[in-house]
């Protein structure tokens, strides 16, 4: 059934569902080419918002011979049997409410994908249980890869900055939320940014900027909190110019303007060339310090966040397992955190509680999911997301019948430990996510899930 919301503003057609609603698609702003976003008002125009809106031009678009191992992996777990479209027009996003919304508390989740790959709309990406726990879900698309980190002085002359338009998009996009959340039932001043992998680590940027404090109350940093002692830590813009200059060299390019109207195909095909030949390749396709959105080094900034709800967790499989560890507990310590170790191996296969496997928990998606769960998985999801949707409501994920979750301190690196067993507090086993990292591979294989 097609659901009709007007206001003063417009109209809104978007879908009925058993929880509530959902609004797909929605463009909340526009950007050309290595330009940065400006917004779209909401209600510009009639808009019919039931199907899932175009994710940036990926490598997946041109290059299938692409989907190695690892990526075959995560195509199974997220994507398979799912259609995406693709387009430079790219800046839309997905609301989920509950019936009869009224100031609900909002979660705004930014995919992952190594800062290169990813959309809004793959599996489990579907706010229905936080709906029907009375939480707003939106999920945002953004740009990724040369499209989202290019830097040319070019652009610092025609903007003052350079590069970090898909960082830009993340927050225009959080903006756009906060400006017209509460037409969907939504309360502007209780929004909480969840990111998983790339996604959590551009929350953890965005976290260093003071600038942007009041926009957020809360976090949740899924494997990508912490960034120190010397992880994810962006480089100055300008230093990162003269590899995007290699890639114009490699197009033909010979001026600024031709790179912005080259077919997209050329370009992504020069991307992926320069994957395969430079070693520091993913290193340049991320945000980097631009003087705006990330004012300085990182490493400098982490020890002053925004005075914000911090939740931050990893898994035994993750990414770099024993450093994500590491660097979560850390920055979870010093900011009063509520960290939490996933141990519960995935069914199914011998990858343990791999990098992302903890999102179906999250989003209660286990049933779309190929892997045999059993009902300790189903009892370990619904915790997870009734303690996310009690800590977007209030801060404090606690509540009837769950375990209790005590914040980390100085004196103290306990998580909640999600595992085979009873959920309980504890500390992470660093020995079992080391022998899981020497023998299922390495891990940074799993960056661009």
Known sequence: MRMKRENSQGTLIGKETEYGFAYLGIPYARA????YAEEIPYGEEKQEAVAFGPACPQYRMYFPQLENPERRFYHKEFREGLSFEYDEDCLNLNIYAPKQAENCPVIIFIHGGGFNSGANSEEPFRGG????????TVFINYRVGVLGYLTHEEIKKEYGREGNFGLDDQLTAIRWVKKYIRLFGGDPENITLMGQSAGAISIQYLCLNQDLFGLFKRV??????????????????????????????????????????????KLLTAEHEMKMTRKDATYHTMPVVDGVLIPDKTDKLIGMPLPVGYMIGFTNNDMYAPVMAHIGTKFGRAN??????????????????????????????????????????FEVSRQMTDYAANFAKTGDPNGEGLPEWKPAGRRSAAA???????????RPDYLKMTKNMLTKGDPKDEVQA
């Open 336 to 377: 009063g955190a509520y960290l939490y170790y996933f141990d519960l191996d995935a069914p199914g296969d011998h990858n343990a509680a791999f990098h992302s496997c903890d999102l179906r928990y999250m989003f209660g998606g286990l049933k779309e999911s190929w892997r045999p769960y059993g009902e300790r998985d």
């Open 129 to 136: 249980e936080f709906a029907k726990r009375g939480v707003i």
């Open 32 to 35: 050309k080419r290595f330009g």
């Open 416 to 426: 909640l430990c999600f595992g085979p067993e009873k959920t309980v507090m504890g």
């Open 220 to 265: 949740i940093m899924m494997s990508g909190g912490g960034l120190f002692p010397k992880f994810a830590l962006p480089r100055p813009a300008d230093e990162t110019r003269p590899y995007w200059q290699e890639l114009m060299a490699r197009c033909g390019c010979e001026s600024f303007e031709a790179l912005r109207t080259l077919p997209i195909e």
